[in-house]
């Protein structure tokens, strides 16, 4: 085997992949890598790919075309040394429910190879990193969803992977369970893992060190959060408090090209124009002429903002074909 | 293969027999029905389900109303097999005693009866059967043709005074189960029954249950291999199996008296080979289906009734239509079910079996490679 980790510094490496169903592509000529190390996010709406993607690079699917490096090893033709290597928590509970917290870990253990001691200081070390050691004898039904994803992702974690595959992990979960979830992923990546996170929550993707976007198959954006932002969404955002919104937004909208766009924000808008057209004073005295109360404030862009623009111009050009 | 890369194949399967094992000990209420269910069908079919007649109630018409008349009727209760229910008058009533269920079967003694016997003429007695049972039809009227001709036997053998014996006389033994008992009929039948409903259904459930809820595609995520999923799976199942199937035996031969005249070692393999066609069956159904509804039905389409019906549990083959003759040759619980009745009953070897050991056995390797190229393919 010509596998040496060393050669490659990517923990990912894609070039051409694609996966076909019939005559629909899931997948069509993605090209990115991942660095040893990295936290890397991967966007799409339902339906983009992003399951087929990591499904994949996983080892569960073989893919149509292309090639996909995991951990400097092939993994159409070697998955079972690819699946010693990482960690993959699917979108799907992969928990038993019926079983307590402990007997889940203890099988997923069990599954990479475990056995002994090594197995019964692996589950306590697991059970403390996701603060789980209150929770070893419940029934895992009986846990909060959040709590839930915390033994699944400590599932994938027994066997101290190196890459971490998570395929929305925190659908359906609170904000604050999220964060202590996305908090315990950053943990292994600060000790040198890597991870791989699929997402549609933006909010998470902000702490991506960077962040690939899928659209209808097609890998269409791939950068750091900024970025993508700079990339996409360039210009100035404000933030406008008015009571007179419509007229102001139409007012504005006459100023295309030079102002992108203004939307409903609250009771007033969020406009975003081309960089340096306004500053704090010249806007607001803009706004007085037609509101005396408006005020203004400087806003800025973030990856909803590119999602939505980068869709919608992923729309526009399948439409011209 | 050395040790090293054997050993955590080994340490794998093990590991998922025993998350396999923790999930029937979370459900203590189901195992116990596993194993209660098996008895009381056992005991049912032992002591409920009988084709012998016993006390079966009839309905005479007497028309001839003189002792040799009164003297047939005494005759034919005598050993308890039949009841006289219903004393009428008119033979068309019987119908009526028909129509209520009250009466299985009849007897009309005409007129002239006494009188024809003593003039030594010919005369009919009718026999009337409820054919809506079949079963019961059939035996009713084998019984009591069986008793108007060694009446009929007696009473000329009388008549004409013969001190000579009849010149020809059936001699019957009826070999491996002098009385005819039901349970030891059942009782290997009811084995090959409980094994294929535990192994087919049970089996069938849980891995369809692994891709329903998708924890097959997580295993698959794991070094684990399908080897591994499907023999750590089976495990539990083939001990469960195997401890039912001797609970079985165990208490028809305690209970029931079924004998065990062959070799026991013989039988454990043709039960052990038989689980393993079974398991193949269920794996196979589970991961064409992946769905635990699908996979029940289709367990019971192709399994309880095929080993209820086209096995000789119940039916002897050699009655069936020639379709269905041919359609049980794919099924093993026809094999098995020979297998056992001929190790239990008759103490038959492996050279008067070993076609039926072929017929298990080529049923076992079909279905597992069929499974196993359904779940290669299922992936990829």
């Known amino acids: ?321 | 293969m050395n040790l090293e890369n054997f050993s955590p194949s080994v340490r794998r399967t093990l590991a998922i027999s025993e998350k396999e094992t923790f999930h029937i000990l979370r459900d203590l209420r189901a195992l116990a029905v596993s194993f209660v269910l098996p008895i009381v069908l056992l005991v049912l079919f032992g002591y409920g389900v009988s084709f012998d007649l016993d006390k079966a109630p009839l309905a005479i018409v007497d028309l001839d109303n003189t002792p040799a008349s009164h003297n047939l009727v005494r005759n034919l209760t005598a050993n308890q097999e039949f009841l006289v229910e219903d004393w009428l008058k008119d033979p068309n009533d019987v119908v009526t005693s028909f129509r209520r269920s009250r009466t299985l079967g009849a007897l009309v003694i005409p007129r002239h009866f006494s009188a024809n016997i003593e003039k030594g003429k010919s005369t009919d007695i009718q026999l009337l059967v409820d054919g809506s049972s079949g079963t019961v039809a059939g035996s009713l009227l084998g019984s009591l043709a069986a008793f108007v001709q060694s009446e009929s036997e007696n009473i000329a053998y009388k008549k004409t005074l013969q001190k000579s014996r009849p010149l020809l006389k059936t001699e019957v033994t009826l070999q491996y189960n002098p009385a005819l008992q039901s349970a030891i009929f059942f009782v290997p039948g009811l084995v090959a029954f409980v094994l294929a409903i535990v192994a087919v259904l049970l089996t069938s459930l849980t891995v369809a249950k692994e891709w329903e809820r998708g924890n097959m595609e997580q295993l698959f995520a794991t070094p684990v291999t399908r080897l591994e999923v499907v023999l750590g799976k089976l495990l539990p199942y083939l001990a469960i199996g195997c401890l039912q199937a001797l609970l079985v035996l165990a208490v028809g031969m305690g209970v029931f008296d079924v004998p065990m005249v062959g070799n026991p070692l013989l039988l454990a393999f043709a039960t052990l080979l038989f689980m393993i066609g079974m398991l193949g069956h269920g794996l196979f159904l589970s991961v064409v289906t992946r769905n635990q509804m699908l996979a029940t039905l289709g367990a019971a389409f192709t399994t309880i009734l095929p080993t209820i019906l086209l096995s000789g549990f119940l039916y002897p083959i050699s009655n069936m239509p020639r379709i269905l003759q041919v359609l049980s040759l794919i099924f093993p619980a026809r094999y098995f079910m020979t297998i056992l009745r001929a190790i239990l009953l008759k103490g038959s070897t492996f050279q008067d079996l070993w076609p039926h050991f072929i017929g298990l056995a080529a049923f076992s390797i079909i279905v597992i490679a069929g499974a196993r190229a359904r779940f290669v393919r299922r992936i990829a």
């Open chain 1, 1 to 321: 085997m010509s596998e040496n980790p060393m050669q490659n510094e990517n923990a990912i490496h894609v070039s051409n992949l694609e996966r076909k169903f019939g005559d629909f592509f899931a997948v069509r000529d993605v090209n990115f890598e991942v660095r040893r190390g990295e936290f890397f996010g991967y966007l799409g709406a339902n339906g983009a790919g992003k399951s087929t993607t990591i499904r994949m690079l996983c080892g569960l699917l073989a893919p149509t075309n292309g090639t996909a490096l995991v951990a400097g090893i092939d993994v159409a033709k070697n998955p079972n040394a690819v699946k010693r290597r990482i960690g993959y928590m699917s979108q799907k509970f992969s928990l038993y429910p019926d079983l307590p917290v402990e007997e889940n870990l203890r099988f997923f253990a069990g599954a990479y190879g475990l056995s002994g001691k090594t197995l019964l200081h692996k589950i306590d070390s697991i059970l403390d990193e996701t603060g789980l050691t209150n929770h070893r004898k419940t029934i895992t039904s009986e846990l909060a969803g959040g709590w839930q994803q915390r033994v699944a992702l400590g599932n994938s974690l027994l066997h101290n992977p190196e890459i971490l595959f998570l395929d929305e992990p925190t659908a359906g979960v609170d904000p604050a369970s999220r964060r202590e979830f996305i908090d315990i992923v950053k943990h292994r990546v600060q000790q040198g893992a890597t991870a791989f996170l699929t997402t549609h929550y933006l909010d998470e993707a902000e702490f991506c060190e960077r962040v690939g976007l899928m659209a209808s198959g097609r890998l269409v954006t791939l950068g750091s959060p900024q970025e993508l932002k700079s990339r996409h969404v360039p210009g100035d955002f404000w933030i406008l408090q008015t009571n007179r919104a419509q007229q102001i937004k139409k007012q504005l909208l006459n100023m295309r090209p030079s102002v992108f766009s203004a939307h409903p924000y609250g009771k007033g808008l969020r406009v975003r124009t081309v960089s340096g057209l306004f500053d704090h004073n010249s806007l607001t005295h803009f706004l007085h002429s037609f509101d005396a109360n408006a005020i203004c404030a400087k806003g800025s862009a973030s990856l909803d903002d590119v999602f939505h623009t980068v869709v919608k111009e992923d729309d526009n050009t399948a439409g011209e074909k």
